[in-house]
């Protein structure tokens, strides 16, 4: 990455359309729109090295906008989606919060809130914020990721509060403090059903990422027969990304393609490039994990069902009628003989 993050257009906004007619009967929608220079600012800092940045911020809607500025971490869980945690100052928390270590300077510092500084854009207004970013000196090689927020936000009637909050927009600082790089990563772990009855085999897998530096793949699901000559291929994600010292996991089912009955391999594949350490040299590599699973076709399972359910079904049938026919003769046995014992009887009386 390079000391300064590219420069783009405008490239990311956030509108909030308010019903005016909540504040001011009978008027028009209200719209309030803000837009950022960049979306991502890419930094390159050793332990202690420090770095300015500025980021163009205007008012692309129709009415006057505030907006608090004020930075937060980026986390990330197992299904990759965001997590932003402002700083608080707990002990510990500097070290691995490089949203401690920026600082954002507002045009005009003397607008605060809630201890947090704010902007104010008329239409078509356009502002430059500036931050600095000082390292720690004793901060850990690796990747870092936080977010500068952008909230716009309408005042309360008491000085010095916010509230209805209308929306915000970030630009993400992505921040390499160089040092020794750790590029490894597993799959770990990795499962899939060993017996299939049908077309699709149930899987979960988990891509962690043990390094220190995040790390883009392509994770993909490989079918071997018997002789491992490949069956089938199917991409899982394109674009992948796990963050430093995090985990993405992937739960389905993959559709198998002329999977006749028989033995086969499930293999995940996870293409990447690995960090040699030399100048940013990388080279490409593939992990990858097997598992064995049966198919057993659907047609076959409804065959064996068929050809053994209904002999067994035949069965238990003739099975019913025999024992209702011993009973029948049971019954028609005992009726005779009490038959018999009444006509021994009469003839006895006379």
Not at 48 to 65: F, K
């Amino acid at each position: 990455m390079g000391a300064h993050g590219s420069r783009r257009l405008v490239v990311a906004c956030v509108a909030a359309v308010l019903c005016a007619a909540a504040l001011v009967p009978g008027s028009a929608y209200a719209e309030r729109t803000i837009a950022l220079s960049t979306g991502t600012v890419e930094l390159s800092l050793a332990p202690g090295g420090s770095a300015s940045e500025t980021i163009s911020v205007a008012n692309t809607g129709t009415e006057p906008l505030k907006a608090l500025l004020y930075t937060s971490d980026v986390t990330y869980d197992a299904q990759g989606q965001p997590t932003y945690v402002r700083p608080t100052g707990e002990a510990g928390e500097f070290l691995r919060s490089p949203a401690s270590w920026m600082v954002v300077r507002a045009p005009d510092m003397t607008k605060i809130i809630a201890n947090t500084p704010y902007i104010e854009l008329e239409p078509g207004q356009e502002i430059e914020v500036d931050f600095d970013l000082t390292v720690p000196a004793n901060a850990a090689p690796g990747d870092y990721n936080a977010i500068i927020f952008f909230e716009m936000f309408e005042t309360a009637g008491t000085e010095g509060t916010a509230s209805r909050i209308s929306g915000r927009i970030g630009a993400r600082v992505v921040l390499r403090v160089i040092g020794d790089i750790v590029d490894r990563i597993d799959v770990a772990p990795f499962s899939a059903r060993s017996f299939v009855i049908g077309d699709v085999i149930p899987y979960s897998f988990r891509v962690v990422n043990e390094g220190n530096i995040d790390k883009r793949y392509v994770p993909e699901l490989v079918v071997l027969d018997g002789s491992e000559a490949e069956r089938m291929r199917s991409v899982v994600e394109t674009e992948a990304i796990v963050y430093a010292q995090g985990q993405r996991e992937y739960v389905g089912g993959l559709a198998l393609e002329n999977a006749g009955f028989g033995r086969f391999t499930l293999r995940v594949e996870i293409a990447h490039e690995r960090d040699t350490g030399d100048a940013g040299a990388v080279v490409s590599e593939r992990l990858h994990k097997d598992r064995t699973f049966f198919v057993i076709p659907l047609w076959f399972a409804i065959a064996v069902i068929l050809g053994v359910g209904f002999p067994l079904l035949w069965l238990s049938w003739r099975a019913s009628v025999n024992s209702a026919a011993r009973k029948q003769v049971a019954r028609e046995q005992v009726r005779s003989e009490k038959r018999q014992r009444l006509a021994e009887e009469r003839e006895q009386s006379l």
